[in-house]
Each structure stands twice: as structure tokens, then as C-alpha cells.
């Protein structure tokens, strides 16, 4: 996960402000257009390194990157969505590559809001979870959707026939973005990105568990309780079956790694006998 600037970070917790704004005032169906409209913003910034330093030139004056947003946007997104890009060109960020990172992070929490209110945000992060599955055991899938030889709609095609209707409309419509908008990085990367930002809809930190059975509930709550004691905020975890882990759990989040299984109990004993 790419760290953002001092600035850029300050910056961020301002149009996070902003966007709960726009959040409890917009219906579902508004919050999905509004979200859209975050990612053809998103996709300009992408695409054009003038336009970011356009816009996070301290030295040009509100008025003139106001009508840079108009001639670029004009009616074909909402005046909220403009409203939030006018915000960020008026905030200050380390670096012009970063008002792109920014739209992006809230373009995903705007989508993320939308399946809160449908009662789906539990939903959308594990299925975002399910579908890293999927690239991880197919990775012709995963190289498929990563080549540039292919056309977007190719991409789109081809992740529609295997979802096959399986995900909410939110999954799908971030999926969609994952495929067609990854600005330079690898689907897996992109789809990691994704999901972090997800999870902090409700400032819930991702704890990525590795396991050789399956957890029971009663099991899952106290390794969710235990976690959020640990760490000061609420956990959601994302469960792996591994049998090769063979007993025990490693648990992984941000860039902490706790590892407990039998297969790395035995490797550190296989060092400790070398040594």
C-alpha cells in the first residue's frame, strides 16, 4: 500500500469530511452515480500528468482551476463530484501524482457507502476477499486480466463470465474498476488497494488469517476480539484455508506478520538446530 505525504495525508482526512457529507444526504441509487463519477475523475487524473500538476498548483489561483474542472467535466458528472475534485485542487499534496491516489481512496469509500446502505458492506469486503482467491488458484485468469495486449471490454467480458452473477452490484462495479483502471499496477495490487480502502469505510483494520481447518464461530469471535483489544480499533478478518500450514494460524495485517503455525514452528527449529 502506497504511503501518502504528510500534506497529501492531511489532505485526505479533509475530503473524507467532505465526502460523509455528500454520504448522508445521497440515496443509494445518488451515492452510486456520485462514486461513478469519483472514477472518471480518477481515470483523467490517470491519464494526464498536466492536469494533476494543473491542479495541485499552489501558484494558480481557484478560479482558474474551477473552469479547468468545467471544461474537462462540464455536465458529465455530477456537481458533487466536482465540488469534491475543486475541494482536493484546493488543499495542498506532496506531490501531484497523489491528488490521483486521493480520488481513488474516496472513489472506493463512495462505493463502499453505497453497499453500507443496502446493508452489503460485510458482503462486499468478503467477496472482494473470494475473488483474490479466485486470481490466487487461476492464474491464467489472473494473467488474462492483467495483459495490455487485451481490450477492456475483452477484460470485462471475461471477469463477467466468471463471476457469473455471483457478487452484489458494489463487488462487481469496484471489480469492473480493478480490471479497466489499475494505473499502472498489477490486478492484485490493485484489488489489495481496493479492499484496504473498503475496510476503512468503517475504519476496521483487515487481519488476513491463514489456517490449516476451518475456524468455528465461537473461534472466529474471540480471534476478533482478542485482535481488536490488541490493537485499539475493530478487526475484520479474512479466513484461509492452507492445509500446508499444517496446524495452528499465522494472522498478517498491515505490516505485522504473527505466524503460529506447525509448518514455521518446524522450520524455525530446522534454523535453530542448523545454527
Not at 102 to 118: G, M, Q, R, T, W
Not at 166 to 178: A, D, E
Amino acid at each position: 500500500m502506497k504511503v501518502l505525504g504528510g500534506s497529501s495525508r492531511a489532505s485526505v482526512l479533509a475530503l473524507r469530511k467532505n465526502l460523509a457529507e455528500v454520504v448522508n444526504k445521497q440515496s443509494p441509487a445518488e451515492l452510486a452515480q456520485f462514486a461513478n463519477d469519483l472514477f472518471v475523475i480518477l481515470s483523467v487524473l490517470s491519464s494526464s500528468i498536466g492536469v494533476r500538476r494543473a491542479l495541485t498548483d499552489n501558484a494558480r489561483d481557484a478560479s482558474a482551476k474551477a473552469e479547468l474542472i468545467s471544461n474537462l467535466f462540464g455536465k458529465n458528472i455530477s456537481s458533487a463530484a466536482q465540488s469534491l475534485l475543486a475541494s482536493a485542487a484546493s488543499l495542498r499534496w506532496s506531490s501531484p501524482g497523489e491528488i490521483a491516489d486521493a480520488i481513488e481512496n474516496l472513489a472506493v469509500e463512495a462505493e463502499s457507502a453505497v453497499a453500507d446502505k443496502n446493508g452489503e458492506l460485510e458482503k462486499l469486503e468478503n467477496q472482494l476477499f473470494d475473488f483474490a482467491r479466485v486470481l490466487k488458484a487461476n492464474p491464467d485468469l489472473r494473467q488474462a486480466l492483467n495483459t495490455s495486449a487485451d481490450t477492456d471490454e475483452g477484460k470485462l467480458a471475461l471477469l463477467e463470465a466468471v463471476i457469473k452473477g455471483k457478487y452484489s452490484s458494489s463487488t462487481l462495479n469496484l471489480l469492473r474498476k480493478v480490471v479497466t483502471l489499475r494505473r499502472g499496477r498489477s490486478i492484485d495490487a490493485t484489488l489489495a488497494a481496493h479492499s484496504h480502502y473498503v475496510s476503512s469505510r468503517k475504519d476496521r483494520l483487515v487481519a488476513h488469517v491463514k489456517s490449516a481447518v476451518e475456524l468455528s464461530s465461537s473461534q472466529i469471535e474471540k480471534l476478533v476480539a482478542a485482535l481488536t483489544k490488541q490493537m485499539g480499533r475493530p478487526v475484520h478478518i479474512n479466513l484461509e484455508i492452507d492445509p500446508k500450514v499444517l496446524g495452528g494460524i499465522s494472522i498478517r495485517y498491515a505490516d505485522d506478520v504473527i505466524d503460529g503455525t506447525i509448518v514455521n514452528r518446524i522450520a524455525e527449529a530446522g534454523r535453530a538446530l542448523v545454527s
